[in-house]
Every structure is written in structure tokens, then in C-alpha cells.
């Protein structure tokens, strides 16, 4: 893999951005963010810089502003089109002007101009934005400062309104000549557990005995190479909550920012049931553009996205429940599908579709999901068997918007589970179409085992659908709420909830007066209950919360809430509703939160110095990871080809065995553990848990059952004929003994890795006792005596 970022110009001029500096405080699941871009003109001549960079997708940026020698110029929040107009006036007139904007075509692009920065001086553009952080699977907050912004595939005849059809040069990383600097205040009344980076961090440093805060920063020297995330562990994160925050005391009752906001958090005790055996049709959309063949991040020896998806997908396969219908497209320039029509879960169309999956490449050209979306939508339903759609895709789209409506128009067919692969993914397309059908989404980019998080995703897609989801709030007479978050519809165990709204009416209190009373007599409170039905069952979860709006100068719960709704109305310059437009545009400026609509315009208007001739141009270029099939030309225009990959490759077809090479060694497709589905330290040790795990996954059939033969000898580490030899035929056929022996193992050897083969088991677990009947506690006796193993029988309880 060779990897390329950028800061020179074509003309090999020093970039006038020199560091970024980050601030980070997290409270509980929310971060404030305060990103500094330091910028000085070495040049002889007045400069435009330009840098375009990456932002999640829920982030939600309220503050711009610039220190230009020793001056500080504070951004207005204005309509789009006039901030353009006014930057370009200024510039024209002599002044210094700054300019932030969301690109016109995903949440998750920016931009930012620094226009006529003189030669010699510095400027200082800080900008600050709040944003949730997700939960992760192991109950980590998931915090990640984005760095990776990789090329996006774009249709003819798309506008050419994008940031990201600025050129910008490239050069290797060695010479990146801007470095990140970066620390993290966190605080939790739960205690801080331990703090992780994919990035070296110096030493936590706890600044108090009971551990509820905590700092942490980058280690110095760091590039700006590669996506930055902290995944923090706090000692209790399932605990429900209501935070509620007082309004901008100089605007009126009734606004959105004069109101108090409150901020829900629940945890929905769902309790977990077993899966249906026939619950639904699942469509796997694959994304099989040239750049999935891209590593899954930065560092050496990454994994290749395609690779990943591939494995993952493997398992996926494994695991559905017999009596299902599935497919699975491929896509890219054009797209494929597996099966002409869904088909029936079996034994005979699991193998047809391993044997296709295993031979997939990264060669169907660039990255269009909107056409395969559309001819999955345009198929008849099976009655009964409601469609789950699973999409793998690096996000590479420059249409996303498109594809969020399409999603959400079709909503009421489906859910939609997203999984963002590799780093530089767009979160804006990878939420998007989630958030937009009720599914869940999932970042994957290289750190953690991509396993573990698609099955999470495929046991949400098996619960039972719940219903009547409803929310209710019970308040003094004289206050109501106004919901500010979507309806809520779907539900999943194990899942956070957050809901945002307004409070509107006369607080029993209010004030700094009434804060000291309150604190004097019995507080006055309010209590939201979350109610819903789950298999003919209701259930209720209540959190009681004191009416006592907390200030907060930087009106971050405000700001979420602004951002949330934001989210259900802009859709983009060219996809939002001509009814939306309006109500965006307006929530956008009351709330001083940015969208396709709006942008920051800071005037220096102290400066006064014409320019002579255009303004010199400096792109600034952000890290990209290439693909490893892309053309290397040093020193030129990172205006890389949106489809890289190969042509004419054989596309899906029935297959027996293929032969391929990877890092000099050849292997068989239909061998699990060497086609591509282990990690590069997995190839060097046949003997890991990991490899016996895949090879165990790999030879079970579609039925949940194993079958007696020397592949599951080697698991095991016996041979054949002790395992016959010991086979209890009076009791169970040779299949039941191996399912019972595979079953046992897992549980014994594989503990640390339950969430990728619990469906697995499970399957197997129910096989065994329509299989063996009665006689299965002493098959199940026989085979803990053969394996010596210390297993609990309990766990072929069904």
C-alpha cells in the first residue's frame, strides 16, 4: 500500500496552514468541540486559502470566527447565497474574509476560506460545534475527530457545486507540514473506567480520587493523517436521564432558543427473545466499486475493504435462519444480483451464494447505489416475510441526498442497516439512510473486528417488531411540551433513545431567584414515560426529573435539538421540499446552527488594501487513503478517478473452486480461513482460536447442523477416528454427535468471540433437539466426558 496527503502547492509554495489545535470536553454522552486552524502567509503575495474537510454528519456547528493579528472578527450565521455574495464583496473591496460552509451535497463536508490573508500575517479561524456520541457494542462512547476524506465518486452531468471538486495536490506523508494537536477533557458522575485511542495518548491523567474526570491528549508530533477516535468506558451507561437547559435569557418565550430544552435519554429494558425461523427476506447490497479495493485505513498491513465486507458478509450468510429468503446485489457503475428473485434459505442456495461471494472484486467501476436501491424497491414483497436490507459501501457517493430520499420514500417496505467501511466513510450517506428508514448504522474501520458488529445488526433485524411506541409527559398545569425529535417507531434492545423538546409555558420557578428557592424547598418535577408493546406485552420505562433549567452558555442541548430537526428537513439544495425549505432556512438562523442553507461570513473590514490582479489560490488537501490499484503521480492534482479498479472480471456465476494469490501464497477459495477472511496476523498462525472459529463457522450447514469429517477433526484437534470411535450410534446419527462436539467447543475455546457465532449456536441448538429428542442429555453427557470439557449442559437448554 503506498498512501499519499498533501500541503505543498502545485507550484511548490510553502501552505499557508501551519497546525490545528483541538479542544474537546465530553460530558456524559456529549462532546463540545473548539478546532483551531492556524494559518500564516509566507508568501509575498495576498492569498485564498482553501481547505475542505470532513465533519460527522451529527455534528452541529455553531460558532465561527477569526483572530487575525491580534484582531478578533466574530462570523455572522447568513443565507447561503448571500454569504458567497458578501465574502466575494469583501475580498473585492480589499478586506480580509472568512467563510465557512456545509457542502451543497452531504451533512458531512466543509469548507472553509480564509480570503486575502497578507503576506507575513496570521490568522487563527476557530470553529465549534457539539455533537452525541454513539454507543458502542462493548458499552464504549464512540468519540472520533475526523480526519480521512477520501475522493467521491460523481455522475455525469452532476452540478459542479461540490467542495470537493477543489484540486488539490498531493505529496507524501513525510512532508505533510501541519501537524494536530489535541486534548480531551472528560467528566461523568458514573467514574471513568479507561480511555482508548487508535492514535498514541499520553498517560489518563484522573483529576479527582473518585475518577469522574479525567484529561487525556495527543501524543506530540502527531499528522493529521488519519481518522482520530476515543473510545471511553464509563463505569455505568445505561442510566436514564433528562438534562434540562434554560434558554437565551434575550429572546422571548415561545422561540426554540427562548424556551427551556429538555434532552431524553432511555435505555428500553426490550428483553431479549429468540428469533423467529422464518422472519424476513434480507437483501445484502455489496458495494463493489474500484474503491473498495482501498485499505480499511492508514497503517501498514490494513485490511482492504472489500476483503472485510466479504468476510462479514460469509458470516451473515452463515447465519440467517432457515426458512428465510435472501439475495445479494452488487453494485458499482452497473449492478448485479446473486439470484434473479430472493430465494428460500437452503442448504443448496447457501453454498451457490458462498461460492459467489468468495470470488467477489472490487471491479464494477464507481460508486452508484441509487439504481440498485430502486430495482430492490420496485420488487413485490413476500407477504410475511418483511424486507431487511443490510448495505455495505465506503460512502464514496457524491449524491447522497438522493439516495437518503429514496430510502425514506420507501420506508413503510423496509428497515435499512448501514455499515460505513473504512476510514473516510460518509457518515452523512451511512446514518442517513438508517436514521431515514429505521434501521441502524455501523462504522467499521479496521480497529475493531467487523464481525461482532454486523451480527449485533442481524439480531436486531431477527427481534419482534415492536409497537405502539408512545411518549407521554406529565407536567404542572401550566407547562407542555413541543417534540423537537422525530416520532419514534422502532425500537431495539440494547439500544440508546434520545429524544429532544421544548418546554413551553410558565416554569414553577425561573431564574437565578429561583434556583436558590428551589434549593430551599421541595423541588418541583416533572416525569416523561416511554411506553410500548412487545408481543401482545407493555411495557413502560419512566425517569422523573427536576423542573430546574441549568444554563449553559454554549446552549449545547439547544444546539442538538436544532440539529435533530435539521436533520428531518434539509435534505440539500436540491432534494429538500420546497415546504421544507422555509422552516430549514429559518431554524437554521434562529438556532446559529449551520445547513445547506446557510453559511459563516467574517469581514475584516479594519483591513483596506485593494488587490492587484486575483488573489493567489492555495488548496489545502485533507488525508485520503488510496486505492491500492490507483495510479501514482507525485506532485499532481489530487483529482483522482472516481471508479479505480479492474474491468472485465467474471461477474457472479456458479463456482466450485477458484484459485487466487495474496502475499505470495496461493489457497483455495473454498478453503474459509485463507480467502481473504482472517487478518494478516490470522495467515501466520493456523493454530489461532480465531482460525478454528472461522473454519468451524465455515463448515456448518445451513440447518444449524455439522457434519462428521476430518474438517471438524482439525477443529477439535483429534483425528477422525478417535471422534468415530467414541460416537454414541445408538443414541445419534454421526451429524448429531459432530453438531453436539461443535457446539461444546465453541463454548469451551471461543468465549471471548460469543457475539459473532451465539446465532450460530443457536441454530444449531434447536437442530439438535428436533434431531435427537430425548436421548439429547446423554448425547450431550457422552460428548463433555469425550472433550473433558468443564461446559455447562444448561447451554443446550432451548
Known sequence: MVQFFGLLTLQRKPVPLKSISVSVSIYEFVAGVSATLNYENEEEVPLEAIFVFPMDEDSAVYSFEALVD????????????????????????GHQAFLLEEDSSSRDVFSC?????????????TLKYVQELPLETDGALRFVLPAVLNPRYKLSGSP??????????IVPVEDLPYTLSMVATIDSQHGIEKVQSNCPLSPTEYLGEDKTSAQVSLAAGHKFDRDVELLIYYSEVHTPSVVLEMGMPNVKPGHLMGDPTAMVSFYPNIPEDQPSNTCGEFIFLMDRSGSMQSPMNSQDRSQLRIQAAKETLILLLKSLPIGCYFNIYGFGSSYEACFPESVKYTQQTMEEALGRVTLMQANLGGTEILAPLQDIYRRPSIPGYPLQLFVFTDGEVTDTFSVIKEVGINRQKHRCFSFGIGEGASTSLIKGIARASGGTSEF??????????ALRTLKRSLQPVVENVSLSWHLPSRLSTEMLSPEQTVIFRGQRLIIYAQLTGKMPVSGFLGYLILHQAA???????????????????????????????????????AKSLLQTKDMGLRETPASDKKDALNLSLESGVISSFTAFIAINKELNKPVQGPLAHRNILRPIVLSTSAPLNLGCQAALPMGLGFRGTPRFQPVKKAVSVEHNMAYHIDDYSLCGLMTHKDHHSPDSVENHLVQLIYHQNANGSWDLNEDLAKVLGMSLE??????????????????????????????DFKCEWELLERKAVAWMHVHAGSTMPLVVKAAITFLKSSVDPAIFTY
Open 160 to 169: 459542479k457545486d461540490s467542495c470537493l471538486d477543489v484540486k488539490t495536490p
Open 523 to 561: 423541588e418541583t418535577t416533572g416525569e416523561v414515560c416511554l411506553k410500548y408493546t412487545l408481543q401482545g406485552k407493555t411495557f413502560e420505562d419512566k425517569v422523573t426529573f427536576p423542573l430546574q433549567p441549568k444554563p449553559d452558555a454554549n446552549l449545547t442541548i439547544h444546539r442538538l435539538a
Open 722 to 751: 478417535e471422534i468415530t470411535a467414541a460416537h454414541p450410534a445408538e443414541l445419534v446419527d454421526s451429524s448429531g454427535w459432530a453438531t453436539i462436539l461443535a457446539v461444546i467447543w465453541l463454548h469451551g475455546n471461543s468465549k
Open 444 to 453: 467499521i474501520t479496521g480497529k475493531g473486528r467487523m464481525q461482532s458488529k
Open 113 to 125: 476560506n480564509v480570503g486575502n490573508l497578507q503576506p507575513g500575517s496570521k490568522a487563527a479561524v
Open 70 to 93: 491580534g484582531t478578533k472578527i466574530v462570523a455572522e450565521l447568513q443565507d447561503k447565497m448571500k454569504a458567497r455574495t458578501n465574502y466575494k464583496n469583501a475580498i473585492s473591496q
